[in-house]
């Protein structure tokens, strides 16, 4: 049987080159399945405002919104480690607020790590979280959070935004953090990160060659309409299916065909 996924486990990972799979999930039927399939990492993503809430960006989410499906990922014990996106301004605002917030996630939330977006710029909220044992998870390149300021989900770190790409990088490794998500840059940048950090890179939208990979469940099973990012790998296409589930129950029900004396009690 799989034993339980710590911090310590996923840090091995990289120095014996085993690549670390991360998969988001925001209830517990889906961690559940999730966990099944073998994923080392579970992230409840503040993505979950975009593909389950129906929002345009991950922004509206509240903190007592990603607490709640926190807790319903954790109900489902999974062995995988359980971390939690901290939402918009839940850490931006100073250093005790940031600990309070990212405490609630670990205490209310069930959460086992904290994500928090941001490089040079946030090292100082990761260091201070870290500085009271709560585990955090680095997020730079292109941070869905900051979209306004990048003016759209544009690929990060071409040309001279790489070495600043690098530096929030290694900021990040030097506050604290034990691992990072390098999303939506060059895949040549995303190998020069990886080789020069000793914590694992967990890539999204970043190539082959960083330590893991992440992407969220409803884009890979089909269940995302409203964009398809060129990173994405759908490894099954069940909106159809669901759908045709739906109009099979519509139907039944219109001609008297279910329920049957089957589906009844005597």
């Known amino acids: 049987?799989?034993?339980?996924?710590?911090?310590?486990e996923?840090?091995?990972?990289?120095?014996?080159?085993?690549?670390?799979?991360?998969?988001?999930?925001?209830?517990?039927?889906?961690?559940?399945?999730?966990?099944?399939?073998?994923?080392?990492?579970?992230?409840?993503?503040?993505?979950?405002?975009?593909?389950v809430a129906g929002h345009d960006t991950t922004l509206p989410v509240t903190m007592d919104e990603m607490i709640y499906h926190s807790r319903a990922v954790k109900r489902a014990d999974p062995k995988a480690l359980v971390v939690?996106?901290?939402?918009?301004?839940?850490?931006?605002?100073?250093?005790?607020?940031?600990?309070?917030?990212?405490?609630?996630m670990i205490k209310e939330g069930g959460a086992e790590a904290v994500k928090v977006e941001g490089g040079s710029n946030i090292a100082h909220v990761i260091r201070a979280v870290s500085s009271i044992d709560i585990p955090v998870m680095g997020h730079i390149g292109l941070t869905p959070q900051s979209v306004h300021r990048m003016g759209g989900y544009k690929v990060q770190g071409r040309n001279e935004q790489a070495e600043r790409i690098m530096d929030d990088a290694l900021a990040?490794?030097?506050?604290?953090?034990?691992?990072?998500?390098?999303?939506?840059?060059?895949?040549?940048?995303?190998?020069?990160?990886?080789?020069?950090?000793?914590?694992?890179t967990i890539g999204i939208g970043a190539g082959s060659s960083c330590d893991g990979q992440v992407l969220v469940i409803h884009d890979i099973l089909g269940l995302c309409e409203k964009y398809s990012p060129k990173f994405v790998k759908r490894y099954a296409d069940l909106a159809p299916l669901i759908s045709s589930a739906v109009a099979s129950y519509v139907a039944d029900v219109k001609n008297g065909e279910f329920p049957t004396a089957e589906h009844s009690f005597s």
């Not at 939690?84 to 990212?102: L, V």
């Not at 040549?188 to 950090?197: G, Q, V």
């Open 172 to 200: 990040v490794q030097h506050a604290g953090a034990f691992a990072v998500v390098l999303e939506g840059i060059p895949a040549s940048l995303a190998a020069d990160i990886t080789k020069e950090l000793t914590i694992p």
């Open 10 to 51: 996923i840090l091995k990972m990289k120095q014996n080159g085993e690549r670390i799979t991360v998969l988001t999930a925001y209830d517990f039927p889906f961690a559940r399945l999730v966990d099944g399939g073998g994923v080392d990492v579970i992230l409840v993503g503040d993505s979950v405002g975009v593909v």
């Open 1 to 8: 049987m799989k034993k339980k996924i710590t911090i310590p």
């Open 84 to 104: 939690a996106d901290m939402p918009f301004m839940s850490y931006q605002t100073g250093i005790e607020e940031a600990c309070r917030n990212c405490g609630r």
